[in-house]
């Protein structure tokens, strides 16, 4: 679109509202390449919207008022001293509109110009450039929100988590005692059936099968496999992954809208439990085992009871013979070992 670089460079001011229940709040807008940034005050990136797909929802009025074509829940003000801003957008709009098939064509243009937009991102962005820059802006909080509507399609296999009130306290300061590299603390949830080891969701959502809590005789196992997915997490993105698996338009879709499809989470949800583990390599589970003060040796004889495959981890155990401080109490243990009832 050569429109573009007539505008590159130009900004506005603008209230911006991401849905209905949320107040408008002050943002600065900008063109950037085929996307519509828009900006807090301190100039972070708060969402984008694709020039290509901008509706107005007041031609002709004052103030503009846009949103992102097919979602009127978010919308964009633009007040009438924003004139350049305003007249910029109009006319990319109106250049996309030109490209567009006319009423009384072959039906199937229709078809054909959804698959030339599309076509068209995936050319201008590369599936893997768009990916790693949709990372970068998702927030937290997004990332949580993600994680928790996973559960609960991941709820209709795995039945509800185990909840009883004295291993969610244990649950508690095992998560504490735990954090990840970057210091978080994960939410561990002790899932009932469906979950063998662990799974890592978007929003440092950990969740551990009951067999790693009720047959083992220590905590240092159920550890060890915390450790690992932590490691697991840190080498590949759980929401990297999400997005990975929805190819180049679950990325779009999380770029412009802040999240995803309900029918992608539940396809998604299915394949979590079934598929493998991504390899773990010896070196981030011994740093992982000496960062966390772990003893690594009952994690790699509950991997493989010979210890044959697990070696190296067990002749780098740091702590084999001056073992660390204990990781829950006796009693804690056994408070966990029961969080999920009979």
């Not at 954090?179 to 969740?207: E, F, Y």
């Not at 991504?278 to 004889?301: E, I, M, N």
Request: some cysteine; hydrophobic content about 40%.
């Amino acid at each position: 679109m050569t429109a573009l670089q007539e505008y590159q460079r130009l900004e506005a001011s603008a209230l911006w509202r991401p849905s209905p229940e949320e107040q408008r709040r002050e943002v600065i807008v900008s063109i950037g390449e085929a996307t519509l940034v828009i900006a807090d005050l301190t100039d972070r990136p708060l969402t984008h919207w694709s020039l290509a797909a901008i509706a107005r929802a007041n031609p002709g009025e004052s103030p503009a008022l846009y949103h992102p074509e097919g979602d009127p829940s978010e919308s964009l003000e633009l007040p009438e001293d924003e004139a350049a801003m305003i007249a910029a957008i109009e006319k990319l709009r109106t250049a996309v509109e030109r490209r567009r098939p006319r009423p009384g064509r072959v039906r199937g243009f229709g078809l054909l110009a959804s698959v030339a937009v599309v076509a068209a991102i995936a050319l201008f962005w590369l599936p893997g450039a768009m990916r790693n820059h949709t990372l970068t802006l998702v927030p937290d909080s997004k990332r949580e929100d993600l994680g928790r509507s996973l559960m609960t399609h991941l709820e209709r296999v795995t039945g509800l988590p185990c909840v009883a009130p004295e291993g969610l306290q244990v649950l508690q300061k095992l998560s504490a005692r735990l954090p990840d590299a970057s210091g978080q603390r994960n939410a561990l949830i002790v899932i009932r059936s469906g979950v063998r080891d662990t799974v890592r969701l978007p929003g440092r959502i950990l969740l551990i099968g009951r067999r790693l809590v009720e047959d083992y005789d220590e905590p240092d196992v159920m550890a060890g496999y915390i450790i690992a997915e932590q490691a697991r997490a840190e080498a590949s993105d759980p929401l990297g992954r999400l997005l990975d698996w929805g190819g180049i338009m679950a990325s779009f879709r999380m770029l412009t809208t802040g999240t995803l499809p309900d029918d992608t989470l539940r396809a998604y949800a299915e394949t979590l439990l079934t598929a493998p583990p991504l390899p773990v390599s010896d070196q981030a589970l011994k740093d992982g085992f000496a960062r966390l003060s772990v003893r690594a040796t009952p994690y790699a004889y509950a991997k493989d009871a010979t210890g044959e495959k697990t070696i190296a981890l067990i002749e780098a155990d740091p702590f084999a013979s001056a073992p660390p401080q204990p990781l829950l109490s006796d009693g804690d243990w056994l408070r966990l070992q029961s969080i999920c009832g009979v």
